[in-house]
T-cell receptor, first 114, second 113 residues
Framework: DAKTTQPTSMDCAEGRAANLPCNHS???????VYWYRQIHSQGPQYIIH???NNETNEMASLIITEDRKSSTLILPHATLRDTAVYYC???????????????FGKGTKLSVKP | DTAVSQTPKYLVTQMGNDKSIKCEQN?????MYWYKQDSKKFLKIMFS???????INETVPNRFSPKSPDKAHLNLHINSLELGDSAVYFC????????????FGSGTRLTVV
């Protein structure tokens, strides 16, 4: 079962920042927070991951609260092509076997509107 | 070059048939996976496999079997297809520890009639 809670859906205006929240109150000390997205009819796409520090890459920023019980994925300037289902996943990184498998929840359907 | 490629993209077949879906990755990854996405869009892991270990999700019927001729390929064989097997099947690959994320294929839409 997924260990995260996300809103079912969100809207965002094109060009504005999209802030997608995720709750993971039962996260363990050795679990990372991963974000993936799935654009309609495509395979899931890796976005970013982090342990406790905030992370940024060319796609997005990840803000993790100090207690690590929640996080926010930020798309700084959303475009229509960012319309997708966004999945927040906690998993033990750097660990093979079933404990490290990527388990998807229901995600947040983000709709970016003109 | 496509990093993780699946064939065919679409597959329509009758109940009771046996079919295979092929997956190939050119990323040099050691671990490959199969996921199933049903009509409710819920992604479920079916198998994870590297050259040392096959891990099967306990909910997967034994009609489904992964076959890996080499570490760049993980094919999915399905025997005695049922209507409920209709779904989109995604192949993925990663480093053994999953570091750097998983790379997914574009999916195979299987329809059983």
């Amino acid at each position: 079962d997924a260990k995260t809670t996300q809103p079912t859906s969100m809207d965002c205006a094109e060009g504005r920042a999209a802030n997608l929240p995720c709750n993971h109150s039962t996260i363990s000390g050795n679990e990372y927070v991963y974000w993936y997205r799935q654009i309609h009819s495509q395979g899931p796409q890796y976005i970013i991951h982090g342990l406790k520090n905030n992370e940024t890459n060319e796609m997005a920023s990840l803000i993790i609260t100090e207690d690590r019980k929640s996080s926010t994925l930020i798309l700084p300037h959303a475009t229509l092509r960012d319309t997708a289902v966004y999945y927040c996943i906690v998993r033990v990184a750097n660990y093979g076997g079933s404990q490290g498998n990527l388990i998807f929840g229901k995600g947040t359907k983000l709709s970016v509107k003109p | 070059d496509t990093a993780v490629s699946q064939t065919p993209k679409y597959l329509v077949t009758q109940m009771g048939n046996d079919k295979s879906i092929k997956c190939e990755q050119n990323l040099g990854h050691d671990t490959m996976y199969w996921y199933k996405q049903d009509s409710k869009k819920f992604l479920k892991i079916m198998f994870s496999y590297n050259n040392k270990e096959l891990i099967i999700n306990e909910t997967v019927p034994n009609r489904f079997s992964p076959k890996s001729p080499d570490k760049a390929h993980l094919n999915l064989h399905i025997n005695s297809l049922e209507l409920g097997d209709s779904a989109v099947y995604f192949c993925a690959s990663s480093r053994p520890t999953g570091a750097g994320g998983y790379t997914f294929g574009s999916g195979t839409r299987l329809t059983v009639v």
